[in-house]
T-cell receptor, first 118, second 109 residues
Framework: DSGVTQTPKHLITATGQRVTLRCSPR?????VYWYQQSLDQGLQFLIQ???????AKGNILERFSAQQFPDLHSELNLSSLELGDSALYFC?????????????????FGPGTRLTVL | DAKTTQPNSMESNEEEPVHLPCNHS???????IHWYRQLPSQGPEYVIH???SNVNNRMASLAIAEDRKSSTLILHRATLRDAAVYYC??????????FGTGTRLTIIP
């Protein structure tokens, strides 16, 4: 158990809908990362927040957005869903203690949310 | 280029040592090498990381070549629970982890 929790575990919805995935980082971790894992693309970085601020963006679609709240939990919002958005979505947190990237940073991943778009 | 090169798959017998290779020929002097693994139906799990010298922890050992262009993750005594996809990642400080396709390790009982 990494200490990172994600809800829901499974989500089934229809095309065109909007969903929200939730992540609670390990206690005390200020950094949260979101990744998408699909069969054809592998694990892809989407976005990172540090202490409420967006820090880095990866291959995140404009239909997707995220935020990190004052209590450090994070939400990933996916809208106008398409069949191709079906994937596993992982959240990770790291124990970095400053805003600067540390090359030794270790990320702790949650169990993921499996999104199925029908 | 953040890419590392790993074999797509490997097999090993249970209770034998496993050596998982990784090529990172374009590595720069300050990049760390991180290894993660992903067990079936789970999120990735940190295994080990290093910069220049060999590293050991309770899960594995990491042997880094002197020129740093390659490294090897060593599982000293593989168990069935070590069956997973192992990812070798260069961490050069751009916040994200860039996962390749990894090596799918199968453990034969």
């Amino acid at each position: 158990d990494s200490g990172v929790t994600q809800t829901p575990k499974h989500l089934i919805t229809a095309t065109g809908q909007r969903v929200t995935l939730r992540c609670s980082p390990r206690s005390g971790d200020l950094s949260v990362y979101w990744y998408q894992q699909s069969l054809d693309q592998g694990l892809q970085f989407l976005i990172q927040y540090y202490n409420g601020e967006e820090r880095a963006k990866g291959n995140i679609l404009e239909r997707f957005s995220a935020q990190q709240f004052p209590d450090l939990h994070s939400e990933l919002n996916l809208s106008s869903l398409e069949l191709g958005d079906s994937a596993l979505y992982f959240c990770a947190s790291s124990d970095r203690t400053s805003g600067r990237a540390d090359l030794r940073d270790t990320q702790y991943f949650g169990p993921g949310t499996r999104l199925t778009v029908l | 280029d953040a890419k590392t090169t790993q074999p797509n798959s490997m097999e090993s017998n249970e209770e034998e040592p496993v050596h998982l290779p990784c090529n990172h020929s374009t590595i720069s002097g300050t990049d760390y090498i991180h290894w993660y693994r992903q067990l079936p139906s789970q999120g990735p799990e940190y295994v080990i990381h290093g910069l220049t010298s060999n590293v050991n922890n309770r899960m594995a050992s990491l042997a880094i070549a002197e020129d740093r262009k390659s490294s090897t993750l060593i599982l000293h005594r593989a168990t069935l629970r070590d069956a997973a996809v192992y990812y070798c990642i260069r961490n050069f400080g751009n916040e994200k982890l860039t996962f390749g396709t990894g090596t799918r390790l199968t453990i034969i009982p």
